[in-house]
């Protein structure tokens, strides 16, 4: 008897599901949020506040090149904000300042954005695996949402190496002493494994249903040890 549609996803397909719903949520947080990188909070004098990958928050920060300190932001921007005199200048030194490598602020920005986009993709497929599990569509389902979260891994796996090893050093943010990586941070690198995890399990649910799909167009019916 050949196992009804709806009852065809796996264990391992569940679990590839919410790990992947998991891992979306994780990383969005940490790729809209301000704390990649923060200053201690006793320590007083820093020009830094914390920073995301697209907000920045300063105490009291003046560009190198401002050498008489006319000009201090204060508060958290965006970083593409147009109405703050002279933030073109913090943007110019986030893009091409940091410890003799440049641009890799924007490298990471690339990746983790590459990461959140094929993570939303994922996200996509699992809902599709909700809603309509078990159709005749399911193994390509299953194909994107693996590959996906492949290269969403990959790509995410390399903007928090780079920002790891990177961001604390000496040269791109003043006082890197009392600079430390940040919950954001965490969550990035938490959610970056989450979506290992869920790539591994989407890869294993495809080639099980691969296998079920060969199984039945050659003997006409599934055993029944393998419908639980």
């Known amino acids: 008897m050949v196992v009804p549609p709806r009852e065809r996803t796996t264990t391992s397909g569940w679990f590839a599901v919410a790990c992947q719903l998991t891992a979306f949520l994780l990383i969005s947080i940490a790729m809209f949020t301000r704390s990649w990188l923060a200053a201690e909070s006793k320590a007083y004098g820093t020009s830094l506040d914390k920073l995301g990958l697209w907000w920045q928050c300063f105490r009291s920060f003046s560009v190198p090149k401002d050498i008489h300190g006319e000009r201090l932001f204060?508060?958290?921007?965006?970083?593409?904000?147009?109405?703050?005199?002279?933030?073109?200048?913090?943007?110019?030194?986030?893009?091409?300042?940091?410890?003799?490598?440049?641009?890799?602020?924007?490298?990471?920005?690339?990746f983790?954005?590459?990461?959140?986009?094929?993570?939303?993709?994922?996200?996509?497929?699992?809902?599709?695996?909700?809603?309509?599990?078990?159709?005749?569509?399911?193994?390509?389902?299953?194909?994107?949402?693996?590959?996906?979260?492949?290269?969403?891994?990959?790509?995410g796996f390399l903007a928090?190496?780079?920002?790891?090893?990177?961001?604390?050093?000496?040269?791109?943010?003043?006082?890197?002493?009392?600079?430390?990586?940040?919950?954001?941070?965490?969550?990035?690198?938490?959610?970056?494994?989450?979506?290992?995890?869920?790539?591994?399990?989407?890869w294993l649910e495809f080639r099980i249903q691969r296998r079920k799909d060969s199984y039945i167009n050659a003997h006409g019916s599934l055993p029944m040890e393998t419908k639980a």
């Open 74 to 110: 204060v508060g958290c921007r965006w970083i593409f904000d147009r109405f703050t005199t002279g933030y073109e200048d913090v943007r110019e030194l986030l893009a091409t300042r940091g410890s003799g490598v440049a641009a890799f602020f924007v490298v990471v920005q690339v």
């Open 160 to 202: 928090v190496v780079i920002f790891g090893a990177m961001a604390p050093m000496e040269g791109w943010m003043p006082h890197p002493d009392h600079n430390n990586l940040s919950w954001s941070y965490a969550l990035a690198v938490v959610g970056v494994v989450a979506q290992f995890a869920a790539a591994l399990l989407f």
């Open 112 to 155: 983790y954005t590459l990461c959140f986009v094929l993570s939303l993709v994922g996200g996509a497929m699992s809902m599709i695996l909700i809603l309509c599990p078990g159709e005749s569509f399911e193994k390509k389902v299953l194909k994107t949402a693996y590959i996906a979260g492949a290269i969403a891994f990959f790509t």
